[in-house]
């Protein structure tokens, strides 16, 4: 019985030996048959198309299909975007130091970084940059332009700028730098007791901002921390590893990595003592918040080591490494999927299985899988990391969005500015009654023009009631309340003042103190930190939320 038993399973597995080598030797003749495939259809292509083949054109628009056809993160990079790509992986560049953007045509300075060349030299906010040593950037994008301003440290560029106000453009002559975009744009106190740190992205040096601000926050007499990783994409997965011990003990597992190449799988670990590993912790979240941001978002949810308040994040459970092709191009690929300490993938999307059309769906709440923190608390895989205490988002109104689009908060905050020569510090600063009203009459001869969701569907209903032959029957009645809307809307800057004035006032803000001005202006009017600091100033409260129930 033995003997036959052992025999049978001999030759079992010599058959799936032989199936395996089968099935790989048949998958490379597949790769193969259809590269000579497709090089002999560009070849044919590119030999009697009627009209001239682009080759480098053709080919990266079959790069990008098949890629497409895997997920979006799989990407070509060719020679021509490799610096653009460091910058993004190292935030290192060397540049004037300023973010430019396109208004009205117009090539705009929308942020200068504070003590960067273009800070030094007097740029502001609002400034029309009309030419780069002596070419002319009108009709240009902001890539084109922004190629222009980049270039080697030390090295001169020149620009023709147009300030807000001004007749005649002045010269303004900068050395380029290394510029160095910050992973923490802000660390400040909220008030005695709670400071606050926003962290944007996971660049080179990351962890170590995010241990200076905490270090700085401590030493300004913090007791508590909110940890703002709103919006924030990720990066480098090593400075989300090295961000998280910043908080949790050495030794303590991070994150796993696991795909098909199992010689990459890879456990890594907390290797030095934390900062600090008991200050109560908010960390703040949002639905764009991804990848790297929540990897330290779900290690402090499954060590119970801070409440999460805000929106359910994005859901980006993969990692990508980047691979040499020839030619100086590369090609960032998905190598495998992460897992935090309570063995949870936060994955949302399935792209390894798509529907029949090519598309693809997100994983169903009633298939996510529940695991528990260490503290016994139960969370779930399968589509981002769930806040311990969900904020609703703030939905601004049509007008308030629509000021905003057509650009008339920043074209003010412009007019503002060189009307004022000093304004009280951003966390203090409120607009007037007459000042608001200013506002409102600067907008009296602009386009507000906006469709309302009840005017939409209004057309709706009329649009139908003319198919069904009945609109004459409902005419008077959708006219009464189109007139009704339309009176409304008349009165909307005044109806939703308190949203337009806090939008304004940031805006204005940024004018005097630049990005760390933007960010203090909102402190009074954001949901997400006024719950941080409703949760932070109480407790027994902080401590059920990192309770199992």
């Known amino acids: 019985m033995y003997k036959k038993s052992l025999a049978g399973l001999l030759i079992g597995t010599l058959a799936i030996g032989l199936f395996s080598f089968k099935t790989e030797s048949e998958r490379y003749f597949e790769i193969a048959k259809n590269l000579d495939v497709f090089a002999t259809l560009f070849k044919e ?88 040593n002596g070419v002319a950037v009108t009709g240009k994008n902001t890539d084109e332009v922004s190629k222009l301003l980049k270039g080697q440290a030390n090295t001169t560029v020149k620009l023709e700028v147009l300030s807000y106000g001004q007749n005649k453009p002045r010269h303004v002559e900068l050395v380029r730098a290394n510029i160095m975009v910050e992973n923490v744009p802000y660390y400040g106190m909220l008030d005695k007791e709670i400071g606050y740190f926003q962290l944007s992205g996971f660049t080179v040096d990351a962890a170590k901002e995010v241990k200076l601000a905490v270090q700085k926050l401590k030493e300004q007499g913090a007791q508590k921390i909110i940890f703002d990783l709103r919006d924030n994409p990720g990066g480098l997965l090593h400075e989300a590893v090295n961000i998280s011990n910043v908080f949790v003990e050495k030794g303590a597992d991070i994150v796993s990595t696991k795909g098909r190449v199992k010689e990459w799988n890879k456990t890594y670990k907390a290797l ?62 998905t190598t495998a999927k992460y897992y935090i300490p309570s063995g949870r993938c936060i994955q949302a999307i399935d792209y390894a299985h798509p529907n029949e059309d090519g598309s693809v769906g997100k994983i169903p709440d009633s298939l996510r899988v529940a695991f528990k923190t260490a503290g016994g608390r139960v969370v779930y895989d399968g589509g981002g990391v769930s806040p311990d205490v969900e904020v609703d988002q703030k939905e601004f109104s049509e007008i ?48 507000l023009s906006y469709t309302t969701a009840i005017e939409s569907e209004l057309e709706d209903v009329a649009e139908k009631a003319k198919d069904g032959k009945h609109y004459d029957d409902i ?46 202006s909102t402190f009074d009017d954001d949901p997400d930190i006024l719950m941080a600091k409703q949760v932070l100033s109480d407790p027994q409260k902080y401590s059920a939320y990192l309770k199992a129930k």
């Open 45 to 132: 292509v590119n030999t009697f198309y009627v009209d001239d083949v682009p080759p480098a054109q053709i080919m990266r628009t079959g790069i990008d299909a098949m890629l497409k056809a895997l997920d979006p993160y799989t990407t070509y990079i060719p020679e021509d975007d490799i610096e653009d790509f460091r910058t993004m992986t190292t935030g290192q560049y060397g540049g004037i130091g300023a973010v430019i953007g396109s208004r009205d045509g117009k090539v705009v300075v929308q942020m200068p970084y504070e003590n960067s060349p273009a800070h030094k030299a007097g740029l502001a906010i609002g400034d029309e940059i009309l030419k780069v």
């Open 272 to 333: 030095d003592e934390p900062l600090d590993k008991s200050i109560p912790l908010v960390i703040l979240t949002s639905s764009r918040s991804a990848s790297a941001s929540e990897i330290v978002a779900g290690v402090m949810q499954d060590y119970d080591r801070a409440v999460l308040v805000g929106e359910r994040t994005f859901g980006k459970g993969l990692v990508q490494a980047t691979r040499p092709l020839s030619y100086n191009s590369q090609l960032k690929v």
């Open 400 to 447: 308030t969005k629509t000021i905003a689009a057509k650009g008339y908060f920043f074209a003010y905050a412009n007019k503002y500015k060189a009307e004022h020569a000093k304004i009280p510090a951003a966390k203090e600063f409120k607009l007037t009654e007459s000042e608001y009203q200013k506002f409102v009459s600067f907008l009296a001869n602009k386009d």
């Open 475 to 520: 005419q008077a009645e959708l006219e009464t309340i189109r007139k009704k809307v339309s009176h409304n809307k008349a009165n909307d800057l005044m109806r939703f003042k308190a949203e337009i004035q806090e939008v304004l006032e940031a805006e204005i803000a940024s004018r005097y103190y630049l990005r760390k001005g933007y960010i203090e």
